[in-house]
């Protein structure tokens, strides 16, 4: 099936109902369990999108890392935010995908009016003005475009993390599971750059007494959304 191309037709929406500078959230990293949850913001005004944007999951490596440069001089103005494994434990998933967005928001070189966030749940809040897209990483071009320099900037960290405990795979797998990853953790246990309360910890028979509690007021494990993406 052939992709189809992302639009301007939701930034249209808000530009019409008084939005002059739309940005596009999207992240990457969240069900990892290495590394940090990392959120792109892309501003891209209606120009038409460079050949071949979409949805970073849906290209290839090669076809992402060729085109993150170019989104990079094409568009706006973009930035990246990040949340650290320590404090995805500490904060829980929903605070720390908020976190790395405000720091993504905050590092733009322009204030947005509104925000285009991929998926069904406003994990960002006010004071910005959200609007959730379902899928908006294949539809819009502002949250395409963040997606892929996400992606490609994650994936890189990723490697380089890997360098120094290259038993883990993460230049291949950038910190999910995979049976590399998972053999590894078995036979040598968690680094410092994994998510030690995240529930893959359960099933380390040698290492479980690593895992943490996180105790955060109100969150108790989780939203049920939280808990079907890090595995409880």
């Known amino acids: 099936m052939p992709i189809v191309p992302p639009t301007h037709s939701v930034e249209r929406s808000l530009r019409r109902a008084g939005a002059r500078i739309v940005v596009g959230l999207d992240e990457v990293g ?3 369990w290495a590394g940090p949850v990392t959120v792109g913001a892309a501003v891209t005004g209606l120009r038409k999108a460079p050949e071949g944007l979409t949805d ?22 973009y930035a990246l935010g990040q949340a650290s ?29 509104a925000v285009i966030l991929d998926g069904k749940h406003d994990y960002l809040g006010g004071p910005w003005r959200v609007r959730t897209v379902i899928k908006g990483d294949q539809s819009c071009v502002c949250v395409a475009a ?55 910890m359960d099933g380390l028979s040698k290492w479980r007494h690593l895992k943490r509690v996180r105790e ?3 969150e108790g494990r989780g939203s049920a959304d939280e808990q079907l993406t890090l595995g409880f």
């Open 85 to 113: 494994p320590q404090e995805c434990d500490e904060l829980g998933m929903t605070a720390a995908l908020r976190l790395a967005a405000v720091r993504a928001l905050e590092a733009l070189p322009v204030e947005p009016d």
């Open 216 to 218: 955060v007021a109100g």
């Open 146 to 200: 963040a997606s892929v320099l996400a992606k490609v900037h994650r994936d890189g960290l990723m490697a380089d993390v890997g360098e120094g405990c290259p038993d883990y795979g993460f230049a291949d797998n950038a910190g999910y599971p995979s049976p590399v990853h998972r053999a590894a953790l078995e036979e040598l246990g968690p680094t410092e750059h994994h998510r030690l309360s995240w529930a893959y």
């Open 56 to 77: 970073s999951k849906l290209l290839t490596e090669l076809r992402r890392r060729a085109l993150a440069p170019v989104l990079a001089d094409w568009v706006t103005a």
């Open 30 to 32: 969240r069900g990892a």
